[in-house]
């Protein structure tokens, strides 16, 4: 079972509440993908609209434990302060931290992801930090006490799948010990079945779902698919190799010698 | 006074924060708030006094990836 912050989860697939058609279609989503976890946000908030509230309502009606994100933040100070607004109103020490760098492929900035992830450790917060494949980075978000590592698979919402496979591998190789989930760029059920396949704990599906023709459908269609590659990944997949090697036995075959 | 509220100008009477999201319509909403960008823990919110061209961010639940 994959435990994160001393929480055990039995679902690997962990989702994103924004760009539904409804809340309704949200909340059969969370239920389809049979998630534990829901990432959520803070946006502000109209003294005359209160739009959050009907929001916040649902959400606890889903049962679910919330990530809150710091999404939209560029630089430490707000992804900070914006870290401390989230904990008191979702009453949780987990925070999806993000710091974005570079608006078109909303690639993380992350000198200030280190800098901000080392602050909120020792203020007490458990952060996942949305990141590269970058190893190095990735040792600094340890040294800072990261738990969990959140690399992306492609740029936020761009549904490519795993976009540098090497990099992955090599993340996945070298801290074997440490939750790594997937977060941002996945397309298709076939993309989380390959990242769980790789070794990978869990993936964070948003877009992909949200923004389905049927969102319902593909929800239950990444659960299967996570499923899928988790119990792949435990059965112990062969090494690809150059050359065939014939499946069926060759020793009797006739008209042979 | 006005201060800036979500980045709107708005003219607010009271000056205690608690006071001012009451008249600003936020009631019992679940809300998380700032003061020129410095959190403000909502037991915090009858000690601070807000001064004129204060900027106060109004947070609430949202959906989010």
Redesign the interface.
């Known amino acids: 079972m994959l435990e994160i912050y001393q929480t055990p989860l039995n679902s690997r697939l962990l989702l994103g509440s924004a760009r539904y058609p409804s809340p309704a279609v949200l909340a059969a989503a969370v239920r389809a993908a049979r998630a534990e976890v829901v990432t959520v946000s803070l946006r502000r908030e109209s003294g005359a609209e209160r739009a959050g509230q009907g929001f916040w309502s649902l959400i606890r009606e889903l049962g679910v434990r919330v990530l809150p994100n710091t999404a939209g933040c560029h630089s430490v100070k707000e992804a900070v302060t914006t870290a401390h607004m989230a904990r008191e109103v979702f009453a949780t020490a987990w925070i999806k931290l993000e710091v974005i760098g570079e608006d078109d492929t909303l690639q993380p900035d992350v000198f200030g992801l280190t800098e901000a992830a080392r602050i909120l450790t020792a203020e007490g917060f458990q952060v996942f930090p949305y990141t590269t494949e970058d190893l190095v980075v990735a040792e600094r978000l340890l040294e800072a006490g990261c738990r969990v590592l959140m690399p992306w698979g492609a740029p936020i919402g761009s549904g490519r799948g795993l976009n540098n496979l090497f990099g992955l591998r090599a993340l996945r190789a070298h801290f074997p010990g440490v939750p790594l989930i997937i977060d941002a760029g996945l397309g298709l059920p076939s993309h989380a079945a390959q990242a769980l396949e790789l070794g990978f704990d869990a993936v964070l599906i948003n877009t992909a779902v949200a923004q389905a023709r049927d969102p319902v459908q593909m929800a239950a269609a990444f659960a299967q698919a996570v499923e899928a590659g988790a119990a792949a990944r435990a059965a112990g997949p062969i090494e690809a190799r150059d050359l065939a090697v014939p499946s069926t036995p060759v020793i009797g075959t006739a008209f042979r010698g | 006074m006005k201060i800036q509220v979500?980045?709107a100008w708005r003219e607010v009477s009271a000056a205690q924060l608690a006071a001012a999201?009451a008249d600003?319509?936020?009631g019992e909403?679940?809300?998380?708030?700032?003061v020129n960008?410095?959190?403000v823990?909502?037991q915090a919110r009858e000690q601070i006094l807000l001064r004129d061209g204060d900027s106060v961010?109004?947070?609430?639940?949202?959906?989010?990836?």
């Open positions: 979500n980045g999201l600003l319509g936020y909403s679940v809300v998380t708030t700032a960008g410095e959190f823990a909502v961010e109004v947070l609430a639940p949202m959906q989010g990836g």
